[in-house]
């Protein structure tokens, strides 16, 4: 079994069983297919240097808009010339902390420096997002079911199962979060 | 920490060119940057709350005491005004929220609803 993230003198270490950071490889996986920019043969290779994206529109699928959301709350016009100008980047950046998550479930000691454990976070944030659009979290009663789901011999059918990762990846990342505080208490 | 986006400043713009016109420096002074914008955090079943907190300590440096007022904002009204400043500034601190899973929109700050976190960005 996987223990929680905890603070100590070697710094935030963790521990994970291999058949858990397998897991965790394939959420990965999912999550940096998602968010990998499509490339268009005739794209203006200045534009994407610069990180414009002038064909960009905003995601249809929920759990990328959700990932990608919209910078304005009324005004679409307004948020797509923005999505054009930081989409791509913001993309990028994504992928750059699920990659750096992926990278250190590679290493034998799970120990994490603060900004490892930074993007660990991330990481495990947009995989949860991702994941509770599919699991079809809208609000905290839908919330509240899908945590009541904790025993693994539950697991009957995808949702159940995807409801049991849902639940793992939330007590992960929140462990990470309490390490993370402990240690920014600690050096402020 | 933060998550730098050079929106405009990379493709080039000329500037020359476009303070040229008189129709054009009118416009110019309407999106004059000292005109304050709102970033709003909007509330989501998904984020951790300890991670709300930790975000807005982390990125702002907002102390834990104002961090976790904002968190608890969020949580209870549904959204919360967490910085404002000139369009650029707060459009930056939505990138970083979005970098960081947070649900963040800016909005022009006289149209600011209910929620008014009164946060100093």
Same mark, same amino acid.
């Given at each position: 079994m996987a223990k929680a993230f905890k603070y100590g003198l070697k710094g935030i270490t963790g521990y994970l069983e291999?058949?858990?950071?397998?897991?965790? %490889?394939?959420? !990965?996986?999912?999550?940096?297919?998602m968010l990998e920019p499509r490339e268009a043969a005739d794209q203006d290779p200045l534009a994407a240097l610069v990180g414009l994206?002038?064909?960009?529109?905003?995601?249809t699928d929920r759990a990328l808009l959700r990932l990608l959301?919209?910078?304005?709350?009324?005004?679409?016009?307004?948020?797509?010339?923005? %999505?054009?100008l930081t989409e791509r980047s913001l993309r990028e950046s994504k992928i750059g902390a699920l990659r750096a998550?992926?990278?250190?479930?590679? %290493?034998?000691?799970?120990?994490?420096?603060?900004?490892?454990?930074?993007?660990?976070?991330?990481?495990?944030?947009? !995989? %949860?997002?991702?994941?509770?659009?599919?699991?079809d979290i809208r609000d905290e009663a839908d919330a509240d079911h899908v945590h009541a789901m904790q025993d693994w011999s539950q697991a009957e059918d995808v949702?159940?199962?995807?409801?049991?990762?849902?639940?793992f990846t939330t007590w992960l990342q929140e462990s990470l979060v309490q390490s993370m505080v402990a240690a920014m208490d600690r050096r402020s | 920490m933060t998550t730098t986006v050079?929106?405009?400043?990379?493709?080039?713009?000329d500037v020359e060119e476009r303070t040229e016109?008189?129709?054009?420096?009118?416009?110019?002074?309407?999106?004059?940057?000292d005109i304050?914008?709102?970033?709003?955090?909007?509330?989501d079943p998904v984020n951790l709350m300890s991670y709300v907190s930790f975000v807005f300590q982390s990125y702002f440096g907002y102390p834990e005491a104002k961090a976790n007022k904002l968190m608890l904002e969020v949580h209870r009204k549904g959204r919360s005004i967490v910085a404002h400043g000139a369009k650029e500034q707060v459009e930056q601190h939505a990138v970083a929220m979005h970098g960081y899973g947070l649900w963040a929109t800016v909005e022009k700050a006289s149209s600011a609803g209910t929620g008014k976190g009164g946060a100093r960005g």
């Open positions: 291999p058949a858990e950071r397998e897991l965790l %490889r394939g959420l !990965i996986d999912d999550v940096v297919s994206d002038l064909d960009v529109q905003a995601p959301p919209n910078v304005m709350k009324d005004d679409d016009a307004g948020s797509l010339e923005f %999505r054009q998550a992926a990278m250190g479930l590679d %290493r034998k000691e799970l120990t994490l420096t603060q900004d490892e454990a930074r993007l660990w976070s991330m990481a495990l944030n947009d !995989i %949860r997002l991702v994941l509770a659009e599919r699991l949702e159940s199962y995807l409801a049991l990762v849902y639940n | 050079a929106a405009g400043t990379a493709i080039g713009v016109t008189a129709e054009q420096s009118s416009t110019a002074v309407l999106v004059a940057p304050p914008w709102n970033l709003v955090v909007w509330n």
